[in-house]
Nanobody, 120 residues
């Protein structure tokens, strides 16, 4: 079992910054890639950023240049630094972990979400 707990969300003015954290616990040795998704009211959940164990990153076009994903493998924690925030960034942000138990068995773990509200 892998459990993910997000923190760091809150209310911020447009142009401000936040850093989200996601702490993993349980069978963390099986975790491969980790990422951040977000879901705004009435919209589909979308990928914001992802990072592999080796540090390769991928970002949604909407956040490129404004967000940085990083991870501390020793702490089993992934971070999302968000700068120059816009009102359209308002959403519940979810942490995700790709769990590879075997080459034939892969699972996803999700956190409970943390709310980011960007005021104009």
């Amino acid at each position: 079992q892998v459990q993910l707990v997000e923190s760091g969300g809150g209310l911020v003015q447009a142009g401000g910054s936040l850093r989200l954290s996601c702490a993993a616990s349980g069978s963390t040795s099986y975790i491969n890639a980790m990422g951040w998704y977000r879901q705004a009211p009435g919209k589909q959940r979308e990928l914001v950023a992802a990072i592999t164990t080796g540090g390769t990153t991928n970002y949604a076009d909407s956040v490129k240049g404004r967000c940085t994903i990083s991870r501390d493998n020793a702490k089993n924690t992934v971070y999302l630094q968000m700068n120059s925030l816009k009102p359209e960034d308002t959403a519940v942000y979810y942490c995700n972990a790709d769990i590879a138990i075997t080459v034939f068995k892969r699972l996803d773990a999700w956190g409970q979400g943390t709310l980011v509200t960007v005021s104009s």
